[in-house]
């Protein structure tokens, strides 16, 4: 299927900004008695944190504001985000397709977070809409995120290809009626191919 809109997530996706997000987690969960394992932070990714709060706070009994915790999670995400670089495979794709095709960022985080990341990076200017978990009545693992990205561009999401790098994030592009690229497998096939290619002769 050739594609007439190409939609990504951000966070894993574009920058590689996880392992900040989860020092930021750690920060704040221990502060209001959560406990919140790596194990169980990537197997969440896409997931809203306004989400993730409900479900641990309902698992562990420990009454929160959700809302509160989550901006203050936030707010240290924020004070991190200086270490942040994009990920060059999927940011190619991006900085190629530029002015050919409309674009579209998708995230289960907030409009604070996913704004400053493209930002600080300094690739804001090659999406053309951002949708985040504030702008659904349902985040992912619903597709309404990647619909709205879709509506945004003005591209039929049966004519979007769109890129993820969680679980819950592919479940929702494929509920959208997307194709799906899973970039955990970009990145795994790239690693492969620079381990595979033959050794620069100058440096024997």
């Known amino acids: 299927m050739q594609p007439e809109g190409l939609i990504f997530d951000c966070d894993g996706t574009i920058v590689d900004t996880m392992p900040i997000h989860y020092a930021a987690w750690c920060s704040t969960t221990a502060k209001h008695g959560l406990v919140f394992p790596e ?8 997931v809203s944190p306004f989400e993730v709060l409900r479900m641990l706070s309902e698992e562990q009994g420990v009454e929160i504001d959700s809302n509160a915790v989550t901006y203050q999670k936030e707010a240290k995400y924020m004070e991190l985000i200086g270490n ?16 050919k095709l409309p674009m579209a960022v998708a995230s289960g985080g907030t409009h604070e977070t996913v704004e400053g990341i493209l930002q600080q990076c300094g690739i804001r200017h090659y999406f053309d809409a951002i949708v985040t978990s504030e702008d659904v009545n349902n985040p992912k693992p619903a597709p309404d995120t990647f619909l709205e990205a879709a ?41 492969s191919s620079t381990r595979d290619s033959p050794s620069d002769p100058t440096n024997q």
């Open 39 to 46: 194990e169980r932070f990537y197997a969440l990714g896409g």
């Open 84 to 99: 942040a670089k994009e990920i060059p495979e999927v940011m190619q794709v991006v900085r190629d397709n530029h002015g």
């Open 151 to 191: 509506s945004r561009i003005n591209v039929a999401p049966e004519k979007c290809r769109a890129y993820e790098d969680a679980d819950m994030g592919i479940k929702a592009i494929l509920a959208a009626g997307m194709q799906a690229i899973d970039v955990r497998d970009m990145l795994a096939e790239a690693s």
